[in-house]
């Protein structure tokens, strides 16, 4: 799937750093009718969970005509899947959800997710309480998006969390809407997690720096990123931000599978790095234009400019600290430059994930690198 085989190599050493853990991806999806262009069928699913040996959570992708057909394909996959998936009913707040969450868990689902934007609701509405209800009575996760395009959420999270201990709390995508500041609190509210299905590495240094690690759950956002990049980008994330080996097996799924089993969750103890982590001064350059880089393509804009850019800031000596990593991003750079860049968002990921997993390892000056 777009740009993996390319990144067999740096999955492989990043692997290679990870205690031996069963991946389990706590965001994936599977629909053919979402808005945004991006479709993946279970078949496609499970092919590409299958090379990094992942087990994965998923539910529907966005169905404008409602979700309960939708989550009766997905709860079905996954029953065939010989629990490689594991089902979440989606939801829509104002449609009855907690006889949609009871008729779903009969037939096999293990789990909640809400998407505010596409769904277009508030998390105030009196329709997230009663699914809330629910959960807290079945000691349910609720996985919650919480990345782009919707207002802060996570201050109604935290009460919830607080009346309601007995359900388990996933904010997507690093929490990125509220993580400026939640991370100060959520220490008190250890059923409250955030998955790390987001590309940028500022946020994912910032989750595993802030964050108690026991409440950081490996995620992928299948199909719109994929297993090998998201763990390259997590996990150099994390190994930079110096987690053990403890807390690294957690993250990559030994908390959820806690979680989705109803069992209770284990303290890995405080965040990792709550002073910051290291950054080099020749590679945050380069990291700067990979930013942008990746920013232009995915804003539909050409990122040559900025991919030479990039490429200059990392001329370095060979016996220079920065070499190695270097040299890794320039090869990453040679590979995005060769890949097609189309019109749409789908046609440009291949690309835009290079650019990605180059900005990684600009990021992540103390975890080694190989070209």
Not at 229 to 255: C, D, K, M, P, Y
Request: hydrophobic share 50%; proline share 8%; with cysteine.
């Amino acid at each position: 799937m777009y740009a993996d085989d390319l990144l067999t190599p740096l999955f492989e050493q990043t692997r290679g750093q990870l205690p031996a853990a069963t991946l389990f991806d706590a965001h994936t999806h599977i629909g053919v009718n979402d808005p945004d262009g991006f479709t993946c069928t279970a078949a496609e699913l499970t092919a590409v969970l299958a090379p990094a040996g992942s087990r994965a959570v998923v539910f529907p992708m966005h169905e404008p005509d409602g979700y309960p057909p939708a989550n009766d394909d997905v709860i079905a996959a996954a029953l065939d899947s010989g629990d490689v998936l594991v089902a979440f009913c989606r939801l829509d707040p104002r449609h009855d959800p907690a006889a949609e969450i009871r008729r779903c868990l009969a037939l096999g689902a293990r789990g909640i997710k809400l998407h505010p934007r596409a769904e277009q609701f508030e998390m105030l509405d009196p329709g997230v309480r009663e699914i809330v209800e629910v959960a807290d009575e079945l000691r349910l996760p609720i996985l919650i998006h919480a990345g782009r395009g919707i207002p802060a959420l996570g201050a109604h999270v935290l009460e919830y969390a607080t009346q309601f201990p007995g359900a388990r709390f996933i904010l997507a995508h690093a929490g990125v809407c509220d993580l400026a500041w939640i991370w100060r609190d959520v220490v008190a509210h250890p059923n409250v997690f955030f998955d790390t299905a987001w590309w940028s590495v500022a946020d994912q240094l910032a989750l595993f720096s802030l964050v108690p690690p026991g409440q950081i759950l490996y995620a992928t956002d299948i199909p719109f990123g994929t297993p090998r990049q998201t763990v390259i980008g997590t996990f150099r994330s994390a190994l930079q931000a110096g987690l053990s080996a403890e807390q690294l097996a957690s993250v990559a799924g030994g908390q959820l599978a806690r979680i989705v089993a109803g069992e209770d969750t284990l303290d890995l103890g405080p965040a990792a790095a709550p002073g910051g982590t290291r950054r080099d001064p020749v590679l945050a350059r380069a990291e700067s234009f990979l930013v942008a880089a990746f920013g232009t393509a995915l804003a539909g804009g050409s990122s040559d400019e900025f991919i030479d850019l990039a490429r200059l800031a990392c001329i370095v000596a060979d016996d220079a600290p920065q070499a190695a990593h270097c040299a890794a991003i320039v090869a990453l750079l040679e590979l995005a430059l060769a890949q097609p860049v189309g019109e749409t968002i789908p046609e440009r990921v291949a690309h835009i994930q290079l650019l990605v997993v180059a900005s990684v390892i600009a990021a992540t000056p103390d975890v080694p690198v190989t070209a």
